[in-house]
């Protein structure tokens, strides 16, 4: 009898805990029925607690600006520029990689601007910017201003033109003009030019009118005979006889000087009547 009791003290607790059971298992039956059919016991899921993930704003690139505020999240740059590196003259190129950092300039030279000829004159400085040549105007010296380098005209000191290789005169003006400058004669001792000197001084009215932007200095000069000073003064009454003539045949006084230079600067020797000759002269030079 004992064996059917299951360790209950007596038959009464054994059937209680049986009844018990059974009554368990038909409430969740039945709670399991309804659910199952939609209509049970609704859950409201507001009561459910649910945990709240909330991710710390970040300093991706640790310059301590939180990438909510950071211009360059993943750039570290300066408080003062929204996070991101500064770029004091605008140009794109921050600071840090900039070599003209005060002066707006092109990516492809580092931040400066460009210089097309390498010559370290900037282009917007550089009067050549395509021939290389460091100077205040990035262009080769041209003492006369004509426009053509020293290195490649002929006549450096005087205004020329391409044409004639920088000097103002082609090689056959320049031909006519030795020809009048050693043709020139006066009277002896004295300022007046000779009739056959008239023609010659023509021929240069001629070459003169035909570049009008050529100015000429007309220097006089005479042997050292005679007294030095008086030989100063002929020179220079002959040089202002000379203008004087130019400017009547219609040439621009303000494109003439004169002045004289007696026997300081000879071009032969005095001593023999040969090179005295050749003293002798008026010389036309351009400038």
């Given at each position: 009898m004992n064996n059917f009791l299951l360790g209950f003290p007596n038959k009464k607790e054994r059937?209680?805990?049986?009844?018990a059971i059974v009554v368990i298992l038909f409430f969740i039956s039945l709670f399991w029925f309804f659910l199952g059919r939609g209509d049970g016991p609704k859950l409201d899921s507001s009561l459910i607690p649910v945990a709240e993930v909330v991710a710390d704003d970040l300093d991706s690139d640790m310059d301590g600006v939180l990438d909510s505020n950071d211009d360059c999240p993943n750039m570290k740059g300066d408080i003062d520029n929204n996070g991101c590196p500064m770029d004091s003259d605008k140009d794109g190129v921050y600071d840090?990689?900039?070599?003209?950092?005060?002066?707006?300039?092109?990516?492809?030279?580092?931040?400066?601007?460009?210089?097309?000829?390498?010559?370290?004159?900037?282009?917007?400085?550089?009067?050549?910017?395509?021939?290389?040549?460091?100077?205040?105007?990035?262009?080769?010296?041209?003492?006369?201003?004509?426009?053509?380098?020293?290195?490649?005209?002929?006549?450096?000191?005087?205004?020329?033109?391409?044409?004639?290789?920088?000097?103002?005169?082609?090689?056959?003006?320049?031909?006519?003009?030795?020809?009048?400058?050693?043709?020139?004669?006066?009277?002896?001792?004295?300022?007046?030019?000779?009739?056959?000197?008239?023609?010659?001084?023509?021929q240069l009215v001629v070459l003169l009118k035909g570049h009008n932007d050529i100015n000429m200095l007309v220097e006089g000069h005479t042997d050292n005979v005679g007294d030095a000073q008086k030989n100063?003064?002929?020179?220079?009454?002959?040089?202002?006889?000379?203008?004087?003539?130019?400017?009547?045949?219609?040439?621009?006084?303000?494109?003439?000087?004169?002045?004289?230079?007696?026997?300081?600067?000879?071009?032969?020797t005095n001593d023999t009547k040969e090179g005295q000759r050749k003293n002798r002269r008026v010389e036309f030079n351009s400038y």
């Open positions: 059937d209680d805990f049986f009844i840090r990689d900039d070599k003209c950092p005060e002066l707006a300039g092109i990516k492809s030279n580092n931040g400066c601007p460009s210089d097309t000829d390498g010559d370290g004159v900037y282009d917007m400085n550089d009067d050549c910017p395509n021939i290389a040549f460091s100077s205040a105007s990035g262009c080769p010296p041209d003492t006369d201003g004509d426009g053509i380098f020293d290195a490649d005209d002929k006549c450096p000191k005087v205004k020329g033109s391409p044409e004639n290789g920088g000097c103002p005169f082609s090689k056959k003006e320049e031909k006519i003009l030795m020809d009048i400058q050693s043709s020139v004669e006066f009277e002896t001792g004295r300022a007046a030019l000779t009739k056959a000197s008239l023609a010659k001084l023509d100063l003064k002929l020179s220079k009454a002959r040089a202002a006889a000379c203008k004087t003539y130019l400017v009547s045949k219609g040439i621009a006084s303000g494109r003439l000087k004169s002045n004289g230079f007696g026997s300081n600067r000879p071009i032969a």
